[in-house]
């Protein structure tokens, strides 16, 4: 009984169709899917009669989507070329052609890139490599030989500090306490300083050459 029904309301619908009524048959498909008893291939006709509907009346796009989801129940879904009209056949084979694309291919880096990116990484242990082999040998050479004299420093001021420190452990007389204390603490501050631009002339290699083409 319940298959008679659905049969009569899908004549029903072809019929609205066929009499040209495309809002009444926009408006009845709805109704007729949300019927919990029809089965795959009465959703199917029902969606396609709604898509040449909504072509019809000029509702490609709607019509698209209908089709798109029509296609993906039934990916071997082809319209009759016969009974079915050229302009509704377009807008169904468009929806098919986008839908059976092959994937766009992945972009693929080029080996002179990658080659050319290599001395970045290098440029972060040896400080102006970067802008040496990239053509700006001045800058280059300025900042290997700011990092060069900062680690110099560092190493001899940290030398210096621990021979003071070891003369300022030795001192007993409060003359020499405070006088040893204080080449302790400049020495300190050399090395501090040092430190600094030591950091710093390796920051700014890696960021200029991080922002170079």
Not at 89 to 102: D, G
Not at 178 to 206: D, E, K
Request: charged share 15%; hydrophobic share 45%; with cysteine.
């Amino acid at each position: 009984m319940i298959l008679l029904l659905l049969t009569a309301a899908l004549a029903s619908l072809d019929s609205v169709y066929q009499a040209g009524d495309y809002e009444r048959v926009v408006q009845l498909a709805p109704s007729f899917l949300a019927d919990s008893a029809h089965t795959v291939a009465d959703s199917i006709n029902v969606n396609r009669t709604c898509a040449f509907a909504l072509v019809a009346l000029g509702r490609t796009d709607e019509a698209a989507a209908v089709f798109r989801s029509i296609i993906a129940k039934d990916p071997n879904l082809t319209l009759d070329p016969e009974s079915v009209s050229p302009k509704i056949r377009a807008v169904f084979e468009s929806v098919r052609a986008q839908m059976t694309a092959p994937p766009p291919p992945q972009p693929t880096v080029p080996r002179e890139t990658l080659y050319l990116r290599q001395p970045v990484p290098l440029s972060v242990l040896i400080p102006g490599l970067h802008q040496i082999t990239t053509g700006r040998p001045v800058s280059g050479y300025a900042l290997a030989g700011a990092t060069v004299l900062s680690l110099a420093g560092v190493a001899f001021s940290h030398f210096e500090y621990n021979d003071a420190r070891a003369e300022y452990l030795k001192a007993s007389a409060p003359a020499d306490i405070a006088a040893r204390y204080n080449t302790v603490n400049n020495w300190s501050h050399v090395r501090l300083v040092f430190s600094a631009t030591a950091v710093t002339s390796w920051l700014v290699s890696l960021v200029t050459a991080l922002r170079a083409p």
